[in-house]
């Protein structure tokens, strides 16, 4: 984006300056996450707010907005008179962090598998399919997609606002974790077959199974975070 297409934004009605600065925001919060995730921008790296403008297109306040999420989120530390920092992979805070996803993934299992829709069910039990197909396959790629999908379709049928935002602010490290060991540590068989068991029963409806499934989920997550020590 341009200064004048900036000028432009930042004159208008104050609602359209509202509406037009939370999507650059998401827009930079998005394209950061996933380079930090994806340790492109690696632990420890030291953020230029002038550099990141420059390669994303995006303006200096969206990208200045965007890094205070994530430093919200736990991805970068703002260091006072020093900038930005991406933040380091630490396992103790990781499985402190799980305490936390047992709980709310539990929650939200079981809510998705209360209302979700005929259409969400369906999906669902395609996805535990397709999920299960990947386990047997050993197909890694095919996980890692299925895996962006299940999430995404979890947290849209638990319906509940609060659910969401809590998983999201959680989410970012988590996968950059994930993405970090994944190849060295995962046993994608056990993995997929249960995200596939949590997908199926959220599919068929069951809460209280769909609540046991996540937290046998999480029981694997756990012993896969142990297995990097």
């Known amino acids: 984006m ?6 432009v934004l ?14 650059l925001t998401d827009r930079a919060h998005q394209m950061i996450e996933a380079r930090i995730v994806a340790l492109e921008l690696e632990p420890g ?8 403008v420059e390669e994303l297109g995006i303006g200096r306040t969206p990208v200045r907005e965007a890094l205070q999420r994530l430093a919200a989120e736990g991805l970068v530390v703002v260091m006072p008179r020093r900038g930005v920092m991406v933040s380091e992979i630490n396992i103790a805070k990781q499985l402190q962090l799980l305490e936390l996803r047992r709980e709310v993934e539990r ?4 809510k998705a598998a209360l209302r979700s829709t005929e259409a969400e069910r369906a999906f ?5 399919a397709r999920l299960a197909a990947s386990a047997e396959a050993r197909d890694y790629d095919a996980f890692m997609q299925l895996d962006l999908e299940f999430n995404r379709a979890v947290l849209a049928a638990c319906r509940n606002e609060f659910i969401e935002r809590s998983m999201r602010r959680m989410q970012g490290l988590s996968r950059r974790f994930w993405f970090q060991n994944y190849r060295v540590a995962l046993d994608l068989e056990r993995c997929a077959n249960l995200h596939a068991g949590v997908a199926q029963k959220i599919a068929e ?13 999480i029981d694997y997550i756990y012993e896969f975070t142990r297995a990097t020590l």
């Open 45 to 52: 790296q030291v953020l230029s707010e002038s550099q990141l």
């Open 205 to 217: 409806g069951d809460e209280a199974g769909a609540g046991t499934a996540s937290d046998r989920l």
């Open 2 to 7: 341009n200064k004048d297409t900036e000028s």
């Open 124 to 128: 669902f039990a395609e996805l535990a």
């Open 107 to 110: 929650l939200c299992a079981c």
């Open 10 to 23: 930042d004159n208008g009605p104050p609602r359209a300056r509202k509406i037009d600065s939370v999507t």
